[in-house]
């Protein structure tokens, strides 16, 4: 789905919650060349390949397949896009071992009691999570803050977990924030057990509120399609779980 000049949402068409809770990836049009953000749940990318068709592109257009960090909804299709389009993986330092397999996920407590939205994703995650593996890619490029990614720049937004990267797109006034705060089941920073760094992720979206932004187009849920920043820096107010 459109969202804006060049940028496209992807989600599940439907029962949404049940793919690591309304997760999303995005395409990023960059002339003729495409940019992924996250690789979505589901290990063909199916969802990614029916938008790519849906513009009228082709996988070998995509040149970057960026992975915010990794978690289990935003690695699904990497694999499969990796293999189509021959493009290259990239993720901060801190993320590439397990984005290739080498380490394991580090346990997040996602079980948060309310709202009654995300219980779906607890308990199909943890009765999935087993034997719902991803395939592992190898990183090929390691990056950091201030690297650029066709017109996106590289954000090192930790808190989350410590390589989690944003991206910000200044011509467009579009930050791509995957789970630095979400828009589902409601706008919120968050939770305190899914940050593996408290202190750290207020002081990201602190940092995030003080850009200039129109679109936000976060990790779960809806995009955020105008006057983004001022709900980033509604959110930084808050302050505290
Ligand atoms: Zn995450
Ligand atoms: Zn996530």
Sequence with gaps: MKIAPGIYEVGAPK????????????????????IVIDTHYDADARFILDEISRIGRKPEDIKHIVITHGHRGHMGGMATLKRLSGAPVYAHEWEADIVSGDRAIPKVDIFVFSP????????????????????????????????????????????????HLALYWPERKALFTSDCFVTWPLITPGWRNTML???????????????????????HGDSIRENGGAVLRALAQKGKF
Excluded: C, M
Aim: aromatic fraction near 8%; charged fraction near 20%; proline fraction near 8%.
């Design 116 to 163: 009654i939205q995300t219980w779906p994703i607890i308990i199909v995650g943890q009765t999935t999570g087993r034997w719902n593996k991803v395939e592992p890619v190898t990183v090929d490029r390691i990056v950091d803050e201030g690297d650029k990614i066709g017109p996106l720049q590289v954000l090192h937004t930790p808190g989350h977990t410590p390589g």
């Design 197 to 219: 760094n408290v202190p750290q992720s207020w002081q990201t979206l602190a940092r995030l509120a003080t850009l200039d932004v129109e679109v936000i187009s976060p990790g």
């Design 15 to 34: 029962w949404g919650y049940f793919k690591a809770g309304n997760t999303k990836a995005y395409l990023v049009e960059d002339g003729d060349d495409l």
